[in-house]
């Protein structure tokens, strides 16, 4: 746990020693921003409903800017090789590195809280919604970020391993319209891998074990595949 620890911090660090992080930063809030302030005028909704779902898409295209540096540089540069000597096993790089994507992500989020005052002030928000929405939120991050790191692992090229993510990203958000399109036995399967469609009870404020049961074991399958992934090159 301790190495962990260490990684995560260095990591989490890293990210402010860096102008990108400011410009994911900023470029998030001023869309979120944007949307919020629309939809609020238009609805006159004490309600995030729309807003959450618009901030989802943005995060996806998002979050390969966070993920796309975690492994891919320390590729280049030669460093994974040393960062891997014993104590330090694979799955202490992956864990580490995959918290401190994720807590970045959770940042993002934290100063859109303030829209939820907005909404105190205008009107009379149900909570429950909120909560459960921004619930979703955090566990489709955990996914965005999973599938970040992997494809950070696959290549030394920063900007490959982006359009990897994003690329993933985008073919598990649209996956889910296969089964709109073509009903039967395949929908069905199609409609569960496609993480926008688990996101939606969330935003109704219905928090579902089974929704859940599905972003945490995808996140657990791109991590366990990082870290294979680590372990086979290492015997290269």
Sequence with gaps: ???????????????????????????FLVISGYFFSVILAATQEASLRYTLSNMAITLLFISPLITMRLL?????????????????REIHVVVGKFLAGFCFYILLLLPTLLYVVVLKLVGNPDIGPLI??????????????SIGVFASSLSKNQIVAGVISLVSLLLL?????????????????????GFFDHFEPFQK??????????????????????VRILEAR???
């Design 132 to 145: 459960s929405g921004y619930t979703g939120l955090i566990l489709m991050g955990s996914v965005f970020i």
């Design 205 to 226: 404020g219905i928090i579902d074990t089974k929704d859940v049961i599905y972003y945490v074991t995808t996140m657990v399958l791109f991590l366990f595949l990082t």
């Design 1 to 27: 746990m301790k190495k962990i620890l260490i990684l995560f911090i260095r990591e989490f660090q890293a990210y402010f020693l860096s102008p990108i992080a400011y410009v994911v930063l900023t470029t």
């Design 72 to 88: 891919a540089e320390e590729r280049k540069s030669g460093t994974i090789e040393t960062l891997m000597t014993d104590p330090v």
């Design 234 to 236: 290492k015997w290269r």
């Design 173 to 193: 958000w649209v996956i889910g319209w296969a089964g709109e399109v073509r009903p039967g036995n395949f929908s069905k399967i199609f409609a569960y891998l």
